[in-house]
Nanobody, 124 residues
Framework: QVQLVESGGGLVQAGGSLRLSCAAS????????MAWFRQAPGKDREFVAA???????YYADSVKGRFTTSRDNAKNTVYLQMNSLKPEDTAVYYC??????????????????WGQGTQVTVSS
């Protein structure tokens, strides 16, 4: 059974930092694209960042320069380092993994496996 488990969310003041982790189990994703999405209350899910099997990254404009995603294939884990957090970053953050593509994609439909989400709250 494939599982993605996020951790590292919490409450932080504006300008602060958090590091999210997403540990995968049940299969290896070293050859797969992985991504982060988020969903704020009353809003649609939106793309945040993605990383290809080779480490190429892609970011939403709203987080570019502040967030960094990385992966450790030996640990089957992907990370999202979030700096200079803003209140508008408040959301549930989900990691996702693809079984069909190696390349960083922004479309949620390209990802087959999803974590349960972790809450990030940024206070002003």
């Amino acid at each position: 059974q494939v599982q993605l488990v996020e951790s590292g969310g919490g409450l932080v003041q504006a300008g602060g930092s958090l590091r999210l982790s997403c540990a995968a189990s049940g299969r290896t994703f070293s050859s797969s694209a992985m991504a982060w999405f988020r969903q704020a209350p009353g809003k649609d899910r939106e793309f945040v960042a993605a990383i290809s099997w080779s480490g190429t990254t892609y970011y939403a404009d709203s987080v570019k320069g502040r967030f960094t995603t990385s992966r450790d294939n030996a640990k089957n884990t992907v990370y999202l380092q979030m700096n200079s957090l803003k209140p508008e970053d408040t959301a549930v953050y989900y990691c996702a993994a693809s079984s069909t593509t190696r390349w960083a994609r922004v479309e949620g439909g390209m990802y087959d496996y999803w974590g349960q989400g972790t809450q990030v709250t940024v206070s002003s």
